[in-house]
T-cell receptor, first 116, second 118 residues
Framework: GAVVSQHPSWVICKSGTSVKIECRSLDFQATTMFWYRQFPKQSLMLMATSNEGSKATYEQGVEKDKFLINHASLTLSTLTVTSAHPEDSSFYIC????????????FGPGTRLTVL | AQSVTQPDIHITVSEGASLELRCNYSYGATPYLFWYVQSPGQGLQLLLKYFSGDTLVQGIKGFEAEFKRSQSSFNLRKPSVHWSDAAEYFCAVGIETLTTSGTYKYIFGTGTRLKVLA
């Protein structure tokens, strides 16, 4: 149980375009979803926390207008990287917690974004 | 400020040997503590967690961890390592968010990469 999926697994885009990443909880209702960014051989840095039906709470230093987060349902959250630039290239990971999961976060497999 | 320290960036052990991965945290309240493992191409998998109660926690794949409040530590152990345990291991502390009661966000350590020699 407690499976989280992400789509796509990897994406390559041109500089200036926008990219949407989906995060779904497959077998539980995710009242809270989290988005992380992981640089090569480094730890996970929390970008934002979103509760279903509410605006996301962004960590200090994360641009709200650059990284748009939507959590419209209990099973789906999306991260849109707007006007992507090469410095946005990274590994983006989502996690979910909620009913049936308690305070434990369950992680998706991640999305590799490469901006050319 | 809250933080998690994993002092060992890389650890190499022989298959069958015992393993201990260190984790120290800084947090003013009673922490929620977690160990996750990340294998290439796969998402983070929860090994074990500590919320309260018995300070020795058993997890999956034969791992255990001991919470020591006096040392602010939550070290991960395994008595006999298998080649399939080679991966990146992350310790995390869960702290309650300021915006939503009952919601905990994680602060991760920098990870320890485990290499297993045949």
């Amino acid at each position: 149980g407690a499976v989280v999926s992400q789509h796509p697994s990897w994406v390559i885009c041109k500089s200036g375009t926008s990219v949407k990443i989906e995060c779904r909880s497959l077998d539980f209702q995710a009242t809270t979803m989290f988005w992380y960014r992981q640089f090569p051989k480094q730890s996970l840095m929390l970008m934002a926390t979103s509760n279903e039906g509410s605006k996301a709470t962004y960590e200090q230093g994360v641009e709200k207008d650059k990284f748009l987060i939507n959590h419209a349902s209990l099973t789906l959250s999306t991260l849109t990287v707007t006007s992507a630039h090469p410095e946005d290239s990274s590994f983006y990971i989502c996690s979910a917690s909620g009913r049936g999961g308690g305070d434990t976060q369950y992680f998706g497999p991640g999305t590799r974004l490469t901006v050319l | 400020a809250q933080s998690v320290t994993q002092p060992d960036i890389h650890i190499t052990v022989s298959e069958g040997a015992s393993l201990e991965l260190r984790c120290n945290y800084s947090y003013g309240a009673t922490p929620y503590l977690f160990w996750y493992v990340q294998s290439p191409g796969q998402g983070l998998q929860l090994l074990l967690k500590y919320f309260s109660g018995d300070t020795l926690v058993q997890g999956i794949k034969g791992f255990e961890a001991e919470f020591k409040r006096s040392q602010s530590s939550f070290n991960l152990r395994k008595p006999s390592v298998h080649w399939s345990d080679a991966a990146e291991y992350f310790c995390a502390v869960g702290i309650e968010t300021l915006t939503t009661s009952g919601t905990y966000k994680y602060i991760f350590g920098t990870g320890t990469r485990l290499k297993v020699l045949a």
